[in-house]
């Protein structure tokens, strides 16, 4: 009995936590990722995702090998892009990968689900995911990253990070 408890359980909550993702690549390339440099720029509300999704993120390329560091772009950063351009020089990447919010998903909860003045909680985001060469202004690899959770941010990181680098190796930048 209570095996089939935490097996009902753990059914549940994996199957409340959905990924999906969609790539192009432009087919004059052929350079692999071997450092990285990761901007991320989304909500104050999605930073908690973030944070988990880039170490995770971190993690998995640091397994193969690869180098990255993140750099959050706050919202009302003051920052110029020639001091973005600085940081991305100083730690000599050959890729750069920036991570743009485009879609907040919140599920509302009252007490019963329904009705005016609910709260809401953020279960789920939409990403623009862009690759881009050196000194280019066009992205050579764009993936569309749809995350959603409802138990936790850690499950839906986890599993958005490894449909991102399933779909990397899939399209053979790593």
Known sequence: MKKALV?????????CVT???????SPNFNEKIS???????????????????????RASLKS??????????????????????????DF???????INQTESRTTVNNGYGWGWGSSGT????????????????????????KADGSFGLKSSAKLACEKLIGKLLQDSLL
């Open 35 to 57: 450092k990285l440099y990761v901007m991320v720029k989304g909500t104050d509300s999605a930073k908690p995702f973030f944070y988990s999704f880039t170490d995770e993120l």
């Open 7 to 15: 097996f009902g359980f753990l059914f549940l909550a994996t199957s």
């Open 122 to 145: 953020n279960t789920g985001g939409t990403f623009d995911v862009q690759i881009f060469q050196l000194n280019s202004k066009n992205p050579v690899w764009r993936a569309n990253l």
């Open 92 to 98: 000599g990447a050959n890729l750069i990968m920036i």
């Open 64 to 89: 193969k090998g690869i180098e990255s560091t993140v750099k959050y772009i706050d919202p009302l950063s003051l920052e110029s892009e020639s001091d973005i351009n600085q940081g991305i020089n």
């Open 19 to 25: 990924s999906k993702i969609t790539s192009n690549k």
